[in-house]
């Protein structure tokens, strides 16, 4: 069964305003973490944001929140003031807290900011 | 600030060759993981190693094997290679009882 699903293969936004990635997971463990991470078409992983499944409040680094709504089992992330070189590949990813530590990645959603 | 360093950058290796990738994690994280991420695809776990031990493994090929060395660094050691290893392979490290990984640059591995 899919663990995690990006239902959006694409999405295109003018520059300067906000978008919305959307992220689903499935999971039965109560201890979990959830990450977004950038690849941009150089290749390269660029962390971005995590969210702890006991964390009480949305987590936010700079430009990027994540929306995370436990009981719908999303964690959306939202970009604000899009710039052109946010177009890119984002990956959302879950570990659970079991033994392993492993990160498993949705399908992704490609970016594409218009000037 | 130091980054997860991968060598080689990009590899191309004919079918039934073997090849070694490199991965130099960040100083002081003792947790190593192997991602292998087709064309078009979403990475994939291959395995894990805490302080020179195998944590975890993945859907990693029996023609594939990975180590920690004493100075923390790992090696994928992948032998009879197929058209469809062809991928970019990743490694990240992290800091123990910490939850970001942290990718490196990949390695481009080309099988012809």
């Known amino acids: 069964a899919q663990k995690i699903t990006q239902t959006q293969p694409g999405m295109f936004v003018q520059e300067k305003e906000a978008v919305t990635l959307d992220c689903t997971y499935d999971t039965s463990d109560q201890s979990y973490g959830l990450f977004w991470y950038k690849q941009p078409s150089s290749g390269e992983m660029i962390f971005l944001i995590y969210q702890g499944s006991y964390d009480e409040q949305n987590a936010t680094e700079g430009r990027y929140s994540l929306n995370f709504q436990k009981a719908r089992k999303s964690a959306n992330l939202v970009i604000s003031a899009s710039q052109l070189g946010d177009s890119a590949m984002y990956f959302c990813?879950?570990?659970?807290?079991?033994?392993?530590?492993?990160?498993?990645f949705g399908s992704g959603t490609r970016l594409l900011v218009r000037p | 600030a130091a980054g997860v360093i991968q060598s080689p950058r990009h590899l191309i290796k004919e079918k039934r060759e073997t090849a070694t990738l490199k991965c130099y994690p960040i100083?002081?994280?003792?947790?190593v993981y192997w991602y292998q991420q087709g064309p078009g695809q979403d990475p994939q776990f291959l395995i894990s190693?805490?302080?020179?031990?195998?944590?975890d493994k993945g859907s990693i090929p029996d023609r594939f094997s990975a180590q920690q060395f004493s100075d923390y660094h790992s090696e994928l050691n992948m032998s009879s290679l197929e058209l469809g290893d062809s991928a970019l392979y990743f490694c990240a490290s992290s800091l123990p009882l910490r939850n970001e990984q942290f990718f490196g640059p990949g390695t481009r591995l080309t099988v012809l």
């Open positions: 100083p002081r994280h003792d947790t």
């Open positions: 990813a879950m570990r659970e807290m079991d033994s392993s530590y492993k990160l498993i």
């Open positions: 190693f805490y302080e020179k031990m195998q944590s």
